[in-house]
Each structure stands twice: as C-alpha cells, then as structure tokens.
C-alpha cells in the first residue's frame, strides 16, 4: 500500500472549540467521534469502537436480542460519558441496517436514548449512503474527476458515486454479519460450496439495476471490514486510528488475505495481525463482498477510509452550529 493525499476538511464558519459526539450503531459496531470545530475544520478528539454485534441473528429473526441490546446500550452509556467528559454540547447518532430491519427497534431506541439523554435516529439506506460519502472523503484527495465510495457494514452495504452535479446511491442488503449468518453458520472454516453461495448472491445485488455504474471509477472504501483488510496487509498490530486513512490495498492483496483467511478456523484467525478478534467470524463474507465490488468495478485497488457515516454526522452538526 502507498500513502494517498490528505487534504483538509472544512465546515464554514470559523468558531472554535465547539465539541460534538457523533455515534454511529451499526449491526456489528458501535463508533464514537468526539470532534470539534477548529479554525474551520472537524477536528478529531476521540474515536472509539466496539463490537456489539448487534444484530446478531436479526436476519433470521425479525428482531434484536435481549443480550445484544444489553451490550450495545451499555457500550452507548460509556460513550455518553465520554462525550461529557470532553464537553460535547450535543450527542447525535444515528442507527443503521440492523435497526431498520428489526421488529422490536422502538424498544431499542428507547433504552438507548435512556443511555445517550436523546434519541437516535433510524436513517434510512439512502441517508446512510449520504452521510457515510460526506465522512468518507474528509481529508481524501482523489486521483479522479468521479469515484465511488462504498461501506460494507454488518447488515448492509452502501454504494455511492459521485456524478460530478449531484450524488447517486443505494443499500443494499449484503453486510458480513448477515451473510455469514446466511451462508457460513455452521461451517468453520467455510466450505466451498458454502462461499460460491455466498459469492453468487453478492454477484446477483450487484447486478441489480438500481445500482450505480462503478466501472472504471475510482473506489474509495470505508468501515471496519476495509479498514481490517488493510491493517491485515500492512501487518498494523495494533491498530491506530489515522494510521490507514488515504492509503491504497490492492484487489490482488484483497483476493489473498480474504482466500488464507478462509482456510482458517474462526479460532485461528484471531491470531492474524491486524485482525481484532471480534470479527474473525466475519471477515471472510466481508472480505468476499469488498473483493467482489473491486472486481465488478474493475479496479486494481481502492483506497482506504477510517472515516465514515459519524465524520458525516460530526460534520453536519458542527455546520448547522456553523451557519447558525
């Protein structure tokens, strides 16, 4: 991998110092960004993770798990601390594909909101794709006049591009959480036939028409799944936030991390360098999916993005306080 641009992020206004916490729960993590406005730039306080998982079992289920609700309203009331500590004036978040999905995500939003003291909002696909595109490329210079983003989440995968006048998007219900748990349950290490299943059903949502043309655009890739195959083949152990953003990870490097990874069991691959151990069960259909739009595009390498749906979010609130 080689180091890409970095430019500046800018919001308009020029106050200083005005802090917000942004929160991103997805259907396998839970993100937090403490970020302030600085000189005209979003400026990064904190930025945590943590694997909840969920939504765990949600695809077959119709709903979220007492237990996974549990973790995750607990990780949510560590991150309100947190958030107060720095002197956020407000918390924002946002849930995503596994809230969406669930029949009991009221009940959910409830107890989160009793942990955060607001509520957060089910985005829709679309507001999703919006908000991880403008996360996404803060502090990226692109090698080209149009690209693509894409976030291959726990539950969805979101796929935007960039016309030049105006952005064009969708989510689709490919994530690593929801295939493995469709494809690969029981089988560890994964079966052959279990991946070509896997890999033919992503083949298929790409095909959908309602998806933008990527071929032949640059991809900038984003989430934990591209972040996690990028540590892996820069042997990042451990992993260090800033440490990834604008570099590139080639589709031939994708292709062999993903195919040695499922060979291995669950258990070993938490022995893999730059692989947290929370998504070991995870990574191979995340990975298959990443490897997949890079084909489909016929990109011989993305580049990476640490940031995402809560740099978005951050810098949304910090403008609207901006302009306000």
């Not at 995503?96 to 089910?122: H, K, Q, V």
């Not at 260090?240 to 669950?266: F, M, N």
Request: charged share 25%.
């Amino acid at each position: 991998m080689s180091a890409g641009g970095v430019a500046p992020t800018r919001i308009d206004g020029n106050r200083r110092g005005r802090r917000v916490a942004a929160i991103d729960i997805g259907t396998n993590s839970v993100l937090l960004l403490v970020a302030e406005a600085r000189d005209g730039d979003v400026a990064a306080l904190e930025e945590r993770a943590e694997i909840t998982r969920l939504g765990k079992d949600v695809d077959a289920d119709g709903n979220l798990s007492s237990d996974a609700i549990a973790r995750t309203v607990e990780v949510l009331r560590e991150y309100a601390a947190r958030a107060e500590a720095w002197g956020a004036t407000e918390i924002a978040a946002v849930a995503t594909s596994a809230a969406r999905d669930a029949g009991n995500g009221a009940d959910f939003l409830a107890r989160a909101e009793g942990a955060l003291g607001t509520r957060p909002d089910i985005v829709s696909g679309l507001r999703e794709a919006h908000l991880t595109y403008a996360g996404a490329t803060m502090g990226l210079e692109t090698r080209r006049a149009r690209h693509a983003v894409f976030d291959v989440g726990g539950g969805s995968t979101e796929i935007i591009v960039d016309h030049g006048q105006g952005l064009e998007a969708t989510s689709l219900d490919i994530g690593a959480v929801r295939l493995t748990e469709r494809f690969i349950r029981d089988d560890d290490p994964p079966t052959e036939a279990a991946l070509r299943e896997l890999d033919a059903y992503v083949a298929t949502a790409l095909g959908n028409p309602d998806v933008p043309d990527i071929r032949s655009l640059e991809l900038v890739g984003v989430a934990g799944t591209v972040t996690t195959l990028a540590a892996i083949a820069a042997g990042l152990a451990p992993y260090r936030p800033g440490a990834l953003h604008g570099t590139r990870l080639k589709t031939e490097a994708v292709r062999g991390i993903v195919s040695d990874l499922a060979q291995k069991s669950v258990e070993a691959r938490k022995s893999v360098p730059g692989l947290a151990p929370g998504r070991a069960d995870v990574i191979v259909a995340g990975g298959r999916i990443v490897h997949a739009l890079c084909a489909h595009a016929g990109a011989a390498a993305l580049t990476v993005s640490e940031r995402g749906v809560r740099w978005g979010l951050a810098q949304e609130r910090l403008q609207s306080a901006a302009g306000g």
